[in-house]
Nanobody, 123 residues
């Protein structure tokens, strides 16, 4: 079992930055592929970013160049740095984990999920 806990959400104005954190425990963190997803009201959950043990990353086109994911294996934590935020980035952001070596963009492939953290961007 892996426990995943997100933090760092909040209310910001358009153009601002925000950093989300995701702490994972219960299994060797370095062996986990981590993913970020988001879900806006009335919409399906969508992929945002993923990072694997080797710190390879992959991003959704909608956030590429604005969002950056990184990991600190010593702290068992992954981060999502969000810059130049837009109102359309407003959503509940989820962190997910799976013991895997590659990058994962499909939500169905993750085994463990956090409870989500709300990000609201005002115009």
């Amino acid at each position: 079992q892996v426990q995943v806990v997100e933090s760092g959400g909040g209310l910001v104005q358009a153009g601002a930055s925000l950093r989300l954190s995701c702490a994972a425990s219960g299994r060797a963190f370095s062996s986990l592929t981590m993913g970020w997803f988001r879900q806006a009201p009335g919409q399906e959950r969508e992929f945002v970013a993923t990072i694997n043990w080797n710190r390879d990353t992959y991003y959704a086109d909608s956030v590429k160049g604005r969002f950056t994911t990184s990991r600190d294996n010593a702290k068992s934590t992954v981060y999502l740095q969000m810059n130049s935020l837009k109102p359309e980035d407003t959503a509940v952001y989820y962190c997910a984990a799976r013991s895997y070596v590659g990058l994962i963009t499909s939500s169905g492939a993750y085994d463990y999920w956090g409870q989500g953290t709300q990000v609201t961007v005002s115009s």
